[in-house]
């Protein structure tokens, strides 16, 4: 994923949140990453204190942290066309995610659709237009 893919994470705040348990190619169009949640990272004391979380915009965040190790490059998300949180996941419980993701290459930019799953429930569907940073 390269040290651009951690530097990521740390300038959102999420240093440690998430591991990326294998790495897809660069140049790849299609992926099957498993992300490792840590239940005791800090943002789970406010998100929530006796119920954990996964904040939606960490699963996106995610998501777009996937999409730029598959285009090699840092990428920022242009549009969302959809964005469905279905599941929520306790990091406890389904500490194990699985995204799969697809990207098209557009004029302007490539598309992304990613569905997440947390064991045999789907937990975020995904549609954006993504630009290089």
């Not at 390269?2 to 990521?8: A, E, K, Q, R, V």
């Not at 790495?23 to 998100?47: N, Y």
């Not at 996106?60 to 242009?78: E, Y």
């Not at 290459?105 to 045999?120: D, S, Y």
């Amino acid at each position: 994923c390269g040290t651009w893919c951690y530097d990521l994470q740390t300038m959102t705040g999420l240093k440690g949140l998430f591991t990326l348990k294998d790495t897809p190619a660069t140049g790849s169009l299609e992926s099957e990453v498993w992300v490792e949640i840590d239940p005791t990272h800090p943002i789970f004391e406010g998100h929530f204190p006796d119920q954990p979380v996964l904040p939606g915009v960490c699963m996106v965040q995610i998501a777009l942290t996937i999409a730029s190790a598959m285009h090699g490059k840092p990428l920022r998300m242009l549009n969302a066309r959809t964005i469905k949180f279905l599941t929520p996941v306790d990091p406890r419980i389904s500490p194990e995610l699985l995204f799969r993701t697809t990207l098209t290459t557009l004029e302007n930019g490539i598309k992304a659709e990613v569905n997440a799953t947390a064991g045999e429930a789907s937990v975020l569907k995904l549609s954006a237009e993504l630009v290089p940073e």
